[in-house]
């Protein structure tokens, strides 16, 4: 610690427990945006909140070659849950040391960069794993959906203003559009980065992106990437297997070690098992689903929270109509929107290019995993091109 300032104390990311339970048909349960959800062979989930939550500080690196460098400390709490804490710490490192430099010729611009870890053994901040990321941004993209709502409601844009929008209200409005789109865009890229490298983030969700500004005349400029890797799942053939048989691999004593980082993905294969992923490459591309069904749903927050009547609408009633209500039937839930005036502004964002968006939502939500985009199909679909807009391609 004596290599760092800490200037500001940035709050704490909490991590839930989940547990599932026997598959039904219909539940009313609410997920966290954790990327786990499977309408056709989940069953209702016990959400309970957990013993872990990791402090986030913002500060400088005050002596050595990085000295003057902003960045963000993550501390993981030692004092409770020793082995889960030490798990979650150890797999979000050793998942940016696979997606970052000397591992990787270049660095993502999507994925936030690690510059190293640290455990405190005495002191304030004794017993606690300490993660250093480089400070690219501290607004997640819930924050800014929840800036872009208040601002819908009062006609103007987020950030500076423009004079030009009091003779064109509609101007705020595509410009909000263009942001929402580079957000969702960058992060499918940085996703597909992961996904190259074998890893899945399996945690996607709107706190997990970081913006490094939300100023919206200033979109062209904007980077999005992922944080919070600490349930990050392995996917390489050496992680999938180690060496064990099918039959060991699927035999519930053998999942179920006593090995912490295994325990993380636990659940993720339980589930995949259920769905008839059985094979190696039918378990990679049950993850590689998995996440894509987050992202759809990540999709789906972007496309209504910054546009609608703030209070209207949320991440996880806005998940609740689409599994619960709709059954995933992606055109029904459309048509039920439509008749909120409330949300008018989300539903003609999504309807761009003869419905491009609740085509590409209706996709990366289909309850049959095996028929899901990539996230590399989905950087090419029209919607998130912008080409469905008829505007130059988004970058």
Known sequence: MQDFVLEKTLGAVGFMNIASVAPRANTNQESLGLGISEIQQRGAQDVTEGGVSARLYAGRVKRGKLYGTRVILKAYPRASAADTVDAMAANELAAHATLQPPTVRAECRHVCKLLGG????????AAAQWLVFRNDGVITAAAYAQEAAAATAAGRAVGQPNFLDRLDPGKPLARRRAFVLRIMRQTMQGLAFMHSRQRLHQALGPTSVLLD?????????LTARLRDLAF????????????ATLAEVWDRGAI????????????LWSRARQAGALTELERRNFGVADDIYAAGLLLAFLAFVPFCEPGSIDGPSLQRLLESTFQLDVAAA??????????????SFLDAGGRAGWGLLSAMLTPEWRRRPTADSCLVH????GEAFGDERVT
């Open 118 to 125: 640290f455990v405190v053994e005495h002191g304030a901040s």
């Open 213 to 221: 500004r939300v100023d919206e005349q200033d979109s062209e400029r």
């Open 232 to 243: 990050s799942v392995d996917i390489s053939s050496e992680a999938l297997f180690g060496g």
């Open 256 to 267: 179920a070690t006593q090995d912490p980082l295994r325990q993380l993905a636990d659940s």
């Open 334 to 347: 459309r048509e039920y929107c439509e008749a909120d005036e409330r949300w008018a502004p989300a539903v």
């Open 382 to 385: 029209p919607f998130l091109t």
